[in-house]
């Protein structure tokens, strides 16, 4: 189980696998209601893509005045231990 | 006299022509962090704008002879965001700056490896700047600018580890490399 997702891992999972089309870090953090934090949400999206729980999409271009920001989607290996995460009945994975 | 709310509505209906128009024009421009123009000067520097990423500060009182003018001339590449300024005395010349957190994030690109700036600085120095053109549209000066302080204050320890960071590497390569 070392690779087992933590609960603020979980709870970006839920956040992601209810919208399939994906979701800014920014969104993530509204759609938290304060449990993720601006200044770190990245380092945990970071850690979770390497974990392969998550995929990321960063734009060439950005669609305003700034550097693009990357997109994220819940992959396959996260959908798994969120499910698995859901039959064990872990909090966090309620959300 | 037109009212704070016409004023906004007119301002966003224009960005979005500019946004429109944005994507069929290519310019060049300078690699100066802000550049003054003159108003003779201004359209043909204007033109030669190639920065994509840059925010055209004008007076508030300006703001539809400028918006009208850049619309004339179709140059949009360097004006993705127009930031009235009130206190900016009407007839000013406007200028064109980088959005907030463009010179941190250089510094830090250079102190961080290129995975942590990435991964981790890049992304919330882009948020912050999305936020701040959102707040600049909508015309909430105050929000802006508190917007482009919040990122200095987040990024402020990030700054500090890669300081430290660098150095250490440097002793460390110094050190194992002869």
Redesign the interface.
Known sequence: MANFPSNTELLILGLLRDRPGGM???ELVEASGGALK??TV??T??RM?DKGFIKSRLPK??D???????HYSIAAPGQRCLEAAQVMNMPMARV | MKSRQDERLEITALRARLDELNRQVHCGFDSSWETRFDSGQQMEALAAARK????LIVARRDLEVRLAQILEHQLLEAT??VKPISRMRQGTPPRIVR?P??RL?DVLSFLLTRRAYE??V??????A??????AVAAGHELHARWIAVRLYI?IWPGWVYGLFASALRRIVGAGTGG
Do not use: C, F
């Open positions: 800014y870090g920014l601006r200044g990245y380092v999206l970071s893509e271009k950005s305003h005045a700034g550097l693009p920001r990357p | 994509e990423h840059l925010t993705r965001a959005p957190g463009a994030g991964k981790i890049a992304p919330v120095v882009a948020d700047q999305y936020e701040y053109m959102e987040i």
